[in-house]
Every structure is written in structure tokens, then in C-alpha cells.
């Protein structure tokens, strides 16, 4: 049986996406440091394994805490991550967040190391998400969108429209604060893996996932943060979709 397919192009049922599957996340938040830090990619937790194998693609949300108007570039020292975004929300605690993806290799990579925080006072939180099925061609299906704001930590993801079946929406979200190792927890979106730093200047990450996208846009609500909602506080939200290989 012949179907259309994305474009117009007929395709087979059985040369169909299947759907990805998630091998796993994890996160981790840490005090602020001049020096790079190793994030291990081999305590995977959630999903179908423990660590990315060949071909698995690796999506990293790193966020920095800052004071106000701090700005710095947030990086990945490990080679062959490609860059989604890297933004900065001024803000009495200002956010500076970068989201990064990278295929694994035949050899797995068994960390990624991310760069410094810029001064002992920046605290960083690092979640990550490890997906298999992806396509190595096309990995992001749509362009990714963003949004931003002050006077709250309570990260709200943007919408994102999808155009091919089975599409993973990742919903990656960084916040600065003074509430320390404070956490984002989500009612709808899944895998949800977020974690705080504590440091004079606070940082959480968060990614979660909607594994169930079938048509039209899709729009997360707002994440649910743990500590206190206060107007010094700011965040990022950077929405991406995952295309399912072939």
C-alpha cells in the first residue's frame, strides 16, 4: 500500500519512521567554577539503557546562573555538538542558556564536558536527553523556537508545529534564581529530567518530552517550579522537535 508522504513524496507503510525511543536522561547542578566540567553519560536513568550507543543522538541543556545583566557564552568543550541556542534573559538573576546536540560515533562518547560557569559565583545545571531512532540527516524536523522573560523562574516553552509522524517535541528550559537546587516538574510532558545549582547566582535545567505529537502545534504549558515565585528571578525556553528516521 502507498501513503503520501511528507511533501508529496509516496513511501510504503512499511518504509514508515518508526517511532524513537528514549535510552535515557539525567541532569546534574553544580557551584560555579573557572574550570570546564565532565557531565558522565553512563548513569542514564528512565529509559531503555544506561548509556548512548552508535548512532543514539545526545541533546544537552546547560544553563548558567548570572547576576544582573551577566552575560557569558555557554559551551561544550567535547567536539561535534551542534549548537541550537544560546541565549541570554537579563533579569536581577539573569539566565544564560545553551542547548547543543551531537550523533554518537562507533565509539560512544562516555561524558560531554561542559564549559565554565565564568566565576565561582555562577552556579550551572546540565539535563540531558539520549534518543534512538533519530534521523542522522535531518535530526531536527522544524526549526526550534524560543521564548524568554523576566520577573519570574517559572519557564513556559513555546509552541513548536511538527511535520512528520511520530516527531519528538523537546521542551528544554533554564531558569536564574536565588532559590538553590530548586527543580521544574511538568504535568503533561514526559521523561521530564531537571536539576538545580546552588551558588550566589542559582541555576535549574529542565528537558521533558512529548512522545504523543500527531498534527498541528503543539504547545507545552508552563513548567511547575519548586522553590519561591519571585519577580527577581528570569528564565529561557528553547522548544525542538526530533525527526524519526527513516
Not at 166 to 180: F, K, R, S
Amino acid at each position: 500500500m502507498i501513503i503520501p508522504g511528507i511533501g508529496g513524496n509516496p513511501y510504503r507503510i512499511k518504509d514508515r519512521p518508526a517511532a524513537p525511543v528514549f535510552v535515557g536522561g539525567y541532569s546534574e547542578g553544580f557551584a560555579g567554577s573557572a574550570s570546564t566540567r565532565s557531565i558522565s553519560l553512563t548513569g542514564l536513568t528512565g529509559g531503555v539503557d544506561t548509556a548512548p550507543s552508535h548512532g543514539d543522538i545526545v541533546v544537552v541543556c546547560y544553563c548558567v546562573g548570572g547576576g544582573a545583566n551577566d552575560g557569558i557564552d555557554v559551551t561544550i568543550s567535547t567536539a561535534g555538538y551542534t549548537e541550537v541556542a544560546d541565549l541570554q534573559q537579563n533579569e536581577t538573576f539573569t539566565t544564560n542558556l545553551g542547548v547543543f546536540w551531537k550523533f554518537m560515533g562507533s565509539t560512544p562518547d562516555t561524558t560531554v564536558v561542559v564549559g565554565a560557569t565564568g566565576n565561582t559565583s555562577r552556579a550551572g545545571a546540565v539535563s540531558i536527553h539520549v534518543w534512538r531512532g533519530i534521523d542522522p540527516n535531518f535530526p531536527l524536523d522544524v526549526v526550534s523556537t524560543t521564548a524568554g522573560g523576566g520577573n519570574t523562574p517559572v519557564a513556559n516553552p513555546p509552541s513548536i508545529t511538527p511535520i512528520t509522524a511520530e516527531a519528538v517535541v523537546l521542551c528544554c528550559a533554564g531558569a536564574a534564581h536565588g532559590q538553590g537546587t530548586a527543580t521544574f516538574s511538568h504535568g503533561s510532558l514526559t521523561e521530564v529530567t531537571s536539576a538545580g545549582g546552588s551558588d550566589t547566582d542559582d541555576a535549574t535545567s529542565v528537558i521533558g518530552c512529548n512522545e504523543a505529537w500527531s498534527s498541528g502545534a503543539y504547545d507545552a504549558a508552563a513548567y511547575t517550579f519548586s522553590g519561591a515565585i519571585v519577580d527577581n528571578a528570569s528564565w529561557i525556553a528553547v522548544t525542538m522537535a526530533l525527526r524519526p528516521g527513516p
